[in-house]
């Protein structure tokens, strides 16, 4: 069975402060991918990052970087010296090789100036 | 820019009626999705579509169907809806490859009354 957990309902931070979004997932298949997505309060989704499971590489965008860990299962999210507009829900999410897509709890961040 | 189209951003239906949620995307993409949103629990798979008139379940099928008779098209069907149906809904589609993101549009909210 696959599965995706993020295990931080809420995280609130003062701005300029770094914050890391966990994400844990669960599957069977040998190729997978994993994905974070934002929410912003205006509601539409917005994909940031794709990660193959053959790819263990740790990506850095900007302020935004990403850590996959294929012997915990993880694949977290941190945000570096954060800021107001960084205030969103994010999802991680799990695609097998079958296609199937499934989506964490969500992780609603607030950030305050 | 790929778009998902969802025919309505609000829906207000009575209990017992049949539902129709339409998605249209303009992108050629083979995968369609539809998912629940609800607060504290993410986004949850209803059904997902991998080609035309090709069909699974995802993690809440349960009081759903849905519809792909063309490729662009994809259908979610309350048959009799009921009150624990109100939510949020959105619509995805990828490309055929299990490596692209999903492009999301821009949800329906639905009231069941």
């Known amino acids: 069975a696959q599965k995706v957990t993020q295990a931080q309902t809420e995280i609130s931070v003062v701005e300029k402060e770094d914050v890391t979004l966990d994400c844990v997932y669960e599957?069977?298949?040998?190729?997978?991918?994993l994905f974070w997505y934002k929410q912003p309060p205006s509601g539409e989704l917005v994909f940031l990052i794709r990660?193959?499971?053959?790819?263990?590489q740790n990506e850095i965008s900007g302020r935004y970087s990403w850590n996959f860990q294929k012997s915990t299962s993880s694949f977290n999210f941190t945000i570096t010296a954060s800021q107001v507009v960084d205030s969103a829900v994010y999802f991680c999410?799990?695609?097998?090789?079958?296609?199937?897509?499934?989506f964490g709890q969500g992780t609603t961040l607030q950030v305050k100036p | 820019d790929v778009k998902v189209t969802q025919s309505s951003r609000y829906l207000v239906k009575r209990t017992g009626e049949k539902v129709f949620l339409e998605c249209v995307q303009d992108m050629d993409h083979e995968n369609m999705f539809w998912y629940r949103q609800d607060p504290g629990l993410g986004l949850r798979l209803i059904y997902f579509s991998y080609d035309v008139k090709m069909k699974e379940k995802g993690d809440i099928p349960e009081g759903y169907s849905v519809s792909r008779e063309k490729k662009e098209r994809f259908s979610l069907i309350l048959e009799s809806a009921s009150t624990n149906q109100t939510s949020m809904y959105l619509c995805?589609?990828?490309?055929?490859?299990?490596?692209?993101?999903?492009?999301f549009g821009q949800g329906t909210r639905l009231t069941v009354v």
């Open positions: 999410a799990l695609r097998s090789n079958t296609g199937k897509l499934i």
């Open positions: 990660r193959n499971s053959f790819d263990e």
């Open positions: 995805a589609s990828s490309g055929g490859g299990t490596d692209t993101e999903a492009f």
């Open positions: 599957t069977r298949d040998t190729t997978y991918y």
